[in-house]
């Protein structure tokens, strides 16, 4: 494994908590912890917020609302009819996807055992579990077909149909050589269904201001590890994507896909989308 339960584990509570304050997610998907989290943060986001500098808060708002709007779009326009959000953790967007689609799509959230098993608990709660809208244990570097992988849940699902695959705030944890693999990975998935779309945020390292270095430094302190820049520009991500067997990839500005906020964290946020076709 290259990160583990307890280094993701800040920012999924934190994350979860940010969707449910902004209306975003269920209640029952934000936990004590994230608040806690949250309100240990604000003084350094709004000191950074006061000398014009980037907020986590705004940045997170803006990559999510970007990632709904292009997946939306997928299914309304594109023939995708099945999802797999790995590493989903504490994510409301599964819940408001099934929701939003009822009967047209099938939504996984896939993540390691034990945020799997949170999230499946949260789920039942509120009642949105069923036969559209599931929960998997997936460890996201894992090859192959074995239980536990991408390849055993990709059995699960109808390849007459299109497939989604998102991921959210998994890229920064992960060294590039990973990174390559695990899209080798996702682009040979989505290649076998009638129409493949991946739709992901990625950090962009071609604007590194003094305040976005700052930045960069706390958020790699709050998740204890390092935060990782693969890319300078978007032309090298969208190389690497086709390289990983992608035909087409695309990245840009979330704040040119959805409304995400002002500040100049929502203005750092990048999206990526790939497709089979």
């Known amino acids: 494994m290259i990160f583990t ?3 993701i584990g800040p920012t999924a509570h934190y994350t979860g908590y940010v969707w449910a304050r902004n209306g975003l997610s269920h209640p029952r998907l934000a936990t004590t912890e994230g608040r806690i989290l949250f309100d ?3 003084p350094t986001m709004l000191a950074s917020r006061t000398l014009g500098g980037p907020t986590l808060e705004e940045y997170l708002l803006a990559r999510h609302r970007a990632i709904d709007a292009r997946l939306a779009h997928a299914i309304d326009h594109d023939g995708i009819t099945q999802v797999i959000e790995v590493a989903a953790g504490l994510s409301p ?3 408001r ?3 939003r689609y009822a009967e047209r799509i099938v939504y996984v959230e896939a993540d390691l055992p034990e945020m799997a098993e949170r999230k499946r608990a949260a789920l039942e709660r509120i009642g949105s579990l069923g036969d559209g809208h599931r929960v998997r244990e997936v460890d996201a570097l894992r090859e192959g077909e074995e239980p536990g992988s991408l390849g055993a849940v990709i059995t699960e699902l109808d390849p007459g149909g299109g497939l989604a695959i998102i991921t959210e705030g998994l890229l920064g944890y992960l060294p590039p050589d990973a990174v390559a693999a695990m899209w080798r990975r996702f682009a040979a998935a989505a290649a076998g269904f009638r129409a493949g779309r991946y739709i992901s945020d990625v950090h962009m390292g071609g604007a590194q201001t003094p305040q976005v270095r700052a930045f960069r430094v706390a958020l790699s302190a709050f998740v204890r590890g390092r935060v990782y820049l693969h890319f300078s520009e978007a032309p090298e991500a969208e190389a ?3 390289d990983a067997g992608f035909a087409q990839a ?3 500005r979330a704040a040119g ?15 990526l989308e790939a497709s089979t076709r």
């Open 97 to 99: 996807f099934a929701q």
């Open 257 to 271: 896909i959805a409304d995400g906020g002002r500040d100049a964290g929502a203005r750092l946020a990048h999206i």
């Open 93 to 95: 967007r599964g819940w």
């Open 250 to 252: 695309h990245v840009q």
């Open 5 to 7: 339960r307890d280094r």
């Open 40 to 42: 240990s943060l604000q």
């Open 240 to 242: 690497a994507l086709r």
